[in-house]
């Protein structure tokens, strides 16, 4: 089945420095989205990017779309311990509702 | 705004009980989703609901999990009986109408354990 591979599986950083995480996918999308989960809590939506965009912009998250190798990634730039959290692609297929989640990133941002 | 409310927050619970967690999507939103989390298998959508209707429940494990959404406003997920292999977190998500309805909002989750 379709599914959203991160890579890696953990990463740890200086605060300050960017963090870059990657997003592999099987099928053709309809969009992709990142999320975010901190320790003991739901998961909140970050960005959204669309099959036809190649990269997006949101405060300090940028996000890239290659629809040709089926990949993704999120750069957090100038990053703060509180961007400790692990993060997930979600991908939706034309026709479908569901969103189908990686198995994640887990970020640690030393202070 | 309030977000999605999920209760209980923590559950443990013995091996044969029947267990209800509770959700409360976002007012406005007309879909309405329940996953389950665990180390091994990750984040798994169980039921989805769309207008209060099950549309999709290939992801409920067996017969012993239920969930129901009687109104647009609340939607229960109930597993009788319960067992240790159970033990994960729950989250109900939920998400708006139109174009823009393609992000989910999570809520909090429901840590369940059962012994």
């Known amino acids: 089945s379709q599914q959203g591979e991160e890579d890696p599986q953990a990463l740890s950083i200086q605060e300050g420095e960017n963090a870059t995480m990657n997003c592999s996918y099987k099928t053709s999308i309809n969009n992709l989205q990142w999320y975010r989960q901190n320790s003991g809590r739901g998961l909140v939506h970050l960005i959204l990017?669309?099959?036809?965009?190649r990269e997006k912009h949101s405060g300090r998250l940028r996000v890239t779309l290659d629809t040709s190798k089926k990949s993704s990634s999120l750069l957090i730039t100038a990053s703060r311990a509180a961007d400790t959290a692990s993060y997930f692609c979600?991908?939706?297929?034309?026709?479908?509702?569901?969103?189908?989640f990686g198995s994640g990133t887990r970020l640690l941002v030393r202070p | 705004d309030a977000g999605v409310i999920q209760s209980p927050r923590h559950e443990v619970t013995e091996m044969g009980q029947e267990v209800t967690l509770r959700c409360k999507p976002i007012s406005g939103h007309n879909s309405l989703f329940w996953y389950r989390q665990t180390m091994m298998r990750g984040l798994e959508l169980l039921i989805y609901?769309?207008?209060?209707?099950?549309?999709?429940d290939s992801g409920m494990p067996e017969d012993r999990f239920s969930a129901k959404m009687p109104n647009a406003s609340f939607s229960t997920l109930k597993i009788q009986p319960s067992e240790p292999r159970d033990s994960a977190v729950y989250f109900c998500?939920?998400?708006?109408?139109?174009?823009?309805?393609?992000?989910?909002?999570f809520g909090p989750g429901t840590r369940l354990t059962v012994l």
């Open positions: 609901f769309n207008n209060n209707v099950p549309i999709d």
């Open positions: 998500a939920s998400r708006p109408p139109g174009a823009g309805g393609d992000t989910q909002y």
């Open positions: 979600a991908t939706r297929m034309d026709s479908s509702y569901k969103l189908i």
């Open positions: 990017i669309r099959s036809n965009e």
